[in-house]
């Protein structure tokens, strides 16, 4: 016999009655940020919201091609820290900022520099421009980095006073450790970069 939480139909109905999947509220194109304020979803703060859902989901993606643990295990950190920085893009009056699971800082961007440099022990230096692609982790991360680059050309849009320092610093770290996890997905998969 099933036991209760076992069961996906019970479960379904649980989950649904706490988070409901659609609400009718953005059947007219406005959606609400953090502060209770509704906007149009073109508006540039949903917008830049977007691009970093749009990361995510690139991520989703790269674990999805298949990486191995340690690279997995980053990735998972980064969609954790992705969810944060999109609540405080979601947040104008930067409410929210002060809990501790939306805040990201100087050691999240240290963490990925950590990663960063430790990843290129295992790679050749770079001669010149490399091409895009390789195994589909590879490509997937790719992917992932030239949609980073999108969202941190939006989150600067939003102006210098709209997010905090960190904010930026943060997505610019991490399109820089997904170039370097494509080329080390590569590498470990014997794949051979083609350059330019």
Same mark, same amino acid.
């Given at each position: 016999?099933?036991?209760?939480?076992?069961? @996906?139909?019970?479960?379904?109905?649980?989950?649904?009655?706490?988070?409901?999947?659609?609400?009718?509220?953005?059947?007219?194109?406005?959606?609400?940020?953090?502060?209770?304020?509704?906007?149009?979803?073109?508006?540039?703060?949903?917008?830049?919201?977007?691009?970093? /859902?749009?990361?995510?989901?690139?991520?989703?993606?790269?674990?999805?091609?298949?990486?191995?643990?340690?690279?997995? /295990?980053?990735?998972?950190?980064?969609?954790?820290?992705?969810?944060?920085?999109?609540?405080?893009?979601? /947040? @104008? #009056?930067?409410?929210?900022?002060?809990?501790?699971?939306?805040?990201?800082?100087?050691?999240?961007?240290?963490?990925?520099?950590?990663?960063?440099?430790?990843?290129?022990?295992?790679?050749? @230096?770079?001669?010149?421009?490399?091409? @895009?692609?390789?195994?589909?982790?590879?490509?997937?991360?790719?992917?992932?980095?030239?949609?980073?680059?999108?969202?941190?050309?939006?989150?600067?849009?939003?102006?210098?006073?709209?997010?905090?320092?960190?904010?930026?610093?943060?997505?610019?770290?991490?399109?820089?450790?997904?170039?370097?996890?494509?080329?080390?997905?590569?590498?470990?998969?014997?794949? #051979?970069?083609?350059?330019?």
């Amino acid at each position: 016999m099933r036991r209760r939480e076992d069961d @996906p139909i019970i479960a379904a109905r649980h989950y649904n009655r706490y988070v409901k999947i659609y609400t009718r509220t953005g059947d007219f194109g406005e959606t609400g940020l953090l502060d209770g304020q509704r906007v149009l979803k073109t508006e540039s703060r949903v917008d830049a919201c977007g691009e970093v /859902d749009e990361v995510n989901a690139c991520l989703g993606l790269l674990l999805g091609a298949g990486v191995e643990r340690d690279l997995a /295990d980053m990735v998972l950190q980064i969609q954790r820290e992705l969810f944060s920085l999109g609540a405080s893009l979601a /947040d @104008p #009056t930067s409410r929210a900022s002060g809990h501790a699971k939306v805040t990201l800082n100087e050691i999240d961007v240290r963490r990925l520099e950590g990663w960063i440099d430790r990843l290129e022990g295992e790679l050749e @230096p770079l001669r010149q421009f490399i091409l @895009p692609g390789g195994c589909p982790a590879a490509a997937a991360s790719h992917l992932a980095r030239a949609v980073c680059r999108r969202a941190e050309r939006r989150i600067v849009g939003l102006g210098r006073d709209a997010t905090a320092s960190v904010v930026l610093a943060y997505v610019n770290r991490l399109s820089d450790l997904l170039f370097v996890l494509a080329r080390v997905a590569n590498v470990r998969a014997g794949v #051979t970069e083609h350059e330019w």
